[in-house]
């Protein structure tokens, strides 16, 4: 996988991705990363990148000529018309498929935003995909893309150990992982969970199913549409949720 990102900041993107497992990554050439200076791009004399919008408001937006020509600086070098993502509050919210779909890409391109945005004639002309991380606001693109391109990475074959990749899965059955205990045995007065300490595995296979369970029908019971549970499981997560409505509705009577 070839990742490029067209950014005002590139230093941030080299420090972030060169570290951790993306780092190893790129040292060990599963990765490539090109962090390209859209400020290269600016032909006059200061190097200007950004102008007033027509029609007023508040802001400055990014001009469309720089950008197109440093993404011009790598469409060149690639195979093929590279698939070209914008990191943008209004796009589709990046999830698991998304990054799984991507990683089978020989090339990525990241345009990262600043300002109030770009001139939207670019944007047109250059970008095949429309991606926000999720509803909240940041004040660019760079650690949306670097939020994506860890999570695409994962996904690349070499990218992660064999011992790294047995989680890659957890999400996919679209329930939360289990907890997890290491050594001691007994900490702040905490033991681990006799059933984990058994040797038996059928049985703990089935304590981390139904902690994975209980865990995705408390705090995210939206994927549990997407998960398939048999139908005494959903007995299970039934139970469970009159149980804690209840519980609930007790804590509210004690209040008054
Ligand atoms: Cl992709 N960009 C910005 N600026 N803010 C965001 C975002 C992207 N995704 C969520 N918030």
Redesign the pocket.
Known sequence: MNFHVLTLFPEMIENGMNTSITGRAIKNEYLTLEAVNIRDFAFNKHQKVDDYPYGGGAGMLMQAEPVYLAWESIAKKTKKKPRTVF???Q?KVFNQAMAKEMAQEEDLVFLC?HYEGIDERVLEEIVTDF???????????EL?AMVMMDSISRMVPGVLSNQESGETESFAGNLLEYPQYSRPEEWHEKKVPEVLMSGHHANVAKWRREQSIVRTAKWRPDLLKKADLTNKEWNYVRQLWKQWKEEESGKEEKRG
Do not use: M
């Open positions: 990191l943008t509050p796009g935003g991606v926000s991380i999720g509803d909240y606001v940041l004040t660019g693109g949306p």
